[in-house]
């Protein structure tokens, strides 16, 4: 069964540092990947996605994403965090052709101003 | 925009109720889901309907069911609730079709307490 593997349950970092979250995925065929964002009371909104070209995307907010295919892994990263970035953040998978969405685990980023 | 709207933020109910969550969306999507939230647990898929009328089940439907009369709107029944099923309960959309690659669109949620 396909599945949605995210590295860290809870990351702490103080602002201006560097984030890395990681994802990897268990799918041979071709996937379309996204990373969505829960803010605090908030509903998760897609932050940003990759289908296919460039294996680097960018999102909202300064985030982006790249894409690895050797590696299954679809990694999101923003250079320097801001304390509204404080958030839970979902990856996910949607093999292609399939109308359903495998999600992680989540992360929860807690961003110390 | 797209605006998928749940009933009711909060909802508290007893142990062997009859517990109805209601979802409308406004843009016409093909497809509707019923997720459960926990944390640690990330999100899981309850029921899935790709047409009026039409469902599948997810990944714990069990203690669950669904119902979809009209295009926009989509229900998820607890036909007795039970406190393992506590949770925030999303609601999604999305088109049907590879050209509009899967995005889902997501409601606010509905915190359910059963006691």
């Known amino acids: 069964a396909q599945s949605v593997s995210q590295h860290n349950h809870h990351v702490i970092l103080s602002e201006a540092a560097s984030l890395e979250l990681g994802c990897n995925y268990s799918?041979?065929?071709?996937?379309?990947l996204f990373w969505y964002v829960q803010y605090p009371g908030q509903h998760l909104q897609l932050l940003l996605k990759y289908f296919s070209g460039d294996p680097l995307v960018k999102g909202i907010k300064g985030f982006e994403a790249e894409f690895i295919k050797s590696k299954f892994s679809f990694n999101l990263r923003k250079p320097s965090v801001q304390w509204s970035d404080t958030a839970e953040y979902f990856c996910a998978v949607s093999p292609y052709r399939d109308d359903k969405i495998i999600f992680g685990k989540g992360t929860r980023l807690h961003i110390l101003p | 925009d797209v605006k998928v709207t749940q009933s009711s933020r909060y909802l508290v109910k007893r142990t062997g109720e009859k517990v109805f969550l209601e979802c409308v969306q406004d843009m016409d999507h093909e497809n509707m889901f019923w997720y459960r939230q926990d944390p640690g647990l990330g999100l899981r898929l309850i029921y899935f309907s790709y047409d009026v009328k039409m469902k599948e089940k997810g990944d714990i439907p069990e203690g669950y069911s669904v119902s979809r009369e009209k295009k926009e709107r989509f229900s998820l029944i607890l036909e007795s609730a039970s406190t393992n099923q506590t949770s925030m309960y999303l609601c999604?959309?999305?088109?049907?079709?590879?050209?509009?690659?899967?995005?889902?669109?997501f409601g606010a949620g509905t915190r359910l307490s059963v006691l």
């Open positions: 999604a959309s999305s088109l049907q079709g590879t050209l509009a690659k899967n995005i889902q669109y």
């Open positions: 799918y041979g065929g071709t996937v379309n």
